[in-house]
């Protein structure tokens, strides 16, 4: 994963570090066959089923870009260390 952390408060419509525009959703929880087809087709990015309480909301799949909610940056700015080991358990 990409070390610098990138924060919105919406979907970014370009990547933060590649500027690419695909930028995709990321869906958390257990997939079912469309969601899979959706993830195979480069809709949406699977985030999978267990949730840390400091999950990236989209990604680039390309550049393996992250962004969080802006929501987060809170936790993040009181407790980066609890922030970052939360990220590390993915």
Known sequence: ????????SRKPRRCPECRSSNVLRI??????F????????G???????????ADPSWRRMDCDTRVFPQRLRRLYEDSPDEFLSKQRRR
């Open 1 to 8: 994963m990409n070390e610098t952390l990138y924060f919105a």
């Open 43 to 53: 809709r949406v990015a699977l985030g999978g089923c267990v949730l840390t309480g």
């Open 34 to 41: 469309d969601l899979f087809q959706d993830a195979e087709a």
């Open 27 to 32: 869906v958390y929880g257990y997939p079912d």
